[in-house]
């Protein structure tokens, strides 16, 4: 038996059994992972979640706001002027009265945009898919208000707004079952940062150094 065949063989059994093997208890499979780990650790209300997220946000040293669906044009305009963006990128499904008093000019997503492209942005601004209050993480899946992967990875401030309560969950097993996993998900938790072995900390890495969360209620 090759390599090939042993590599082949493991992957096939961890997919688990065909239809017409699933009844043949000599067909070989491994048996599917238990699941029956917690689901959330303590229960919590909407507002104690959401200000759970909002504490492991900040402890990641990502910059936290809140505001309603009245202040929110306003405050990302104030966002945006403080630090002095002339650009901002703009994923085509975002709304458009989120930047309608935004001074800054809009720079459309295009496939064409190169990496270089994208460095020149001052800022892009997204929604969310999902956020994770126990892990201060956010998800986003290439959905028309987030983009494409990489428009949130190669500018240096990224400003993204998460709906409240809706898009917070408590853990990571809730919020994979409103994922789907055939879409490019993208997990962050604060700035990009990194470590060297004398643990000094570097920030925008491999991804924005400045990350800014509008948890907004009422949109």
């Known amino acids: 038996m090759s390599g090939r065949d042993v590599i082949l063989g493991r992957i096939r059994r961890a997919l688990g059994p065909e239809p017409d093997d699933a009844q043949d ?22 507002d104690a979640t959401v200000d759970l997220l909002a504490e492991n946000l900040a402890d990641y040293r990502a910059l936290v706001h809140r505001t309603d669906a009245d202040g929110l044009a306003e405050l990302l305009a104030r966002l945006l002027a403080a630090r002095g963006t002339r650009t901002v990128l703009v994923p085509p499904g975002l709304p458009r009265w989120w930047l309608a008093t935004a001074d800054a000019t809009r720079v459309p997503d295009r496939a064409a945009h190169t990496a270089r492209d994208l460095d020149r942005v001052d800022s892009v ?31 240096d401030h990224h400003v993204c707004v998460v709906r409240v309560p809706d898009q917070v969950v408590a853990s990571v097993p809730l919020a994979l079952e409103r994922l789907d996993p055939r879409r490019p998900l993208t997990w962050i938790s604060g700035p990009s940062a990194t470590s060297d072995i004398e643990l000094d900390r570097v920030e925008g890495v491999h991804g924005p150094r400045t990350l800014e969360v509008v948890l907004v209620s009422g949109v």
Do not use: F
């Not at 048996?31 to 780990?37: T, W």
């Not at 969310?128 to 956010?138: D, I, N, Q």
């Open 25 to 46: 208890p000599h067909a070989g499979y491994e048996s599917a992972v238990p699941r029956d780990y917690l689901r959330e650790h303590g229960t919590r209300g909407e």
């Open 125 to 155: 601004v997204t929604g969310c898919a999902v956020a994770v209050a126990e892990t201060g993480t956010l998800v986003l899946d290439g959905s028309p208000d987030q983009g494409r992967r990489r428009i949130t990875l190669v500018p």
